[in-house]
């Protein structure tokens, strides 16, 4: 399938729990194209966050799939990754804390 057209997006934001959850997934005949990922922590103490890049069908801790190895975020502060990731549709973007008080935001654009 040839992509034509690619439009900026925001591929997701939502608050960082303590167990795994899905921020992003690659819609059907789509591909995402991961820019950047913002995580910020309004907490009063330093969190550790990961970011896996998850594959149609397969598991966030399967060997491969990290894309930020646990990060820790500094109390009231941020952290930024930049670069460029092709996600295939049905892929994933999933994110995981060691604390509460984090937010996540993920943008690049999509492939169509």
Request: glycine share 12%.
């Amino acid at each position: 399938m040839a992509y034509q057209t690619v439009t900026p997006a925001q591929l997701g934001q939502a608050a960082i729990g303590i167990a795994v959850s899905t921020i992003y997934t690659v819609g059907a005949a789509t591909r995402a194209i991961l820019k950047d990922i913002d995580i910020a922590n309004s907490a009063a103490a330093a969190i550790q966050v990961t970011v896996y890049l998850v594959p149609s069908g397969g598991t966030p801790q399967a060997p491969g799939n990290v894309l930020v190895p646990g990060v820790t975020v500094p109390a009231s502060g941020q952290y930024q990754w930049t670069g460029t990731q092709i996600l295939p549709t049905g892929a994933t973007i999933q994110v995981i804390a060691s604390a509460t008080g984090c937010t996540i935001t993920a943008s690049g654009g999509e492939a169509t």
